[in-house]
């Protein structure tokens, strides 16, 4: 994977990008399950996360 600055036409960095999440969780005594799933719209990556949470 290649990490890199967006510039625009005047070279100018645009360190910020725009990012949107779809996530779940689900509780149950003792044991919580959840998942994430996340965009950076800009650039087209996809990220995941899921785990699983022993609340005591």
Do not use: C
């Not at 890199?4 to 044991?31: K, Y």
């Amino acid at each position: 994977m290649q990490v890199r600055a967006t510039a625009d036409t005047e070279d100018r960095v645009e360190p910020l990008t725009a990012r949107a999440f779809l996530g779940t969780q689900i509780n149950f005594p003792h044991v919580q399950l959840y998942g994430q799933i996340d965009n950076s719209i800009a650039t087209e990556v996809y990220g995941v996360s899921a785990g699983l949470r022993y609340v005591h």
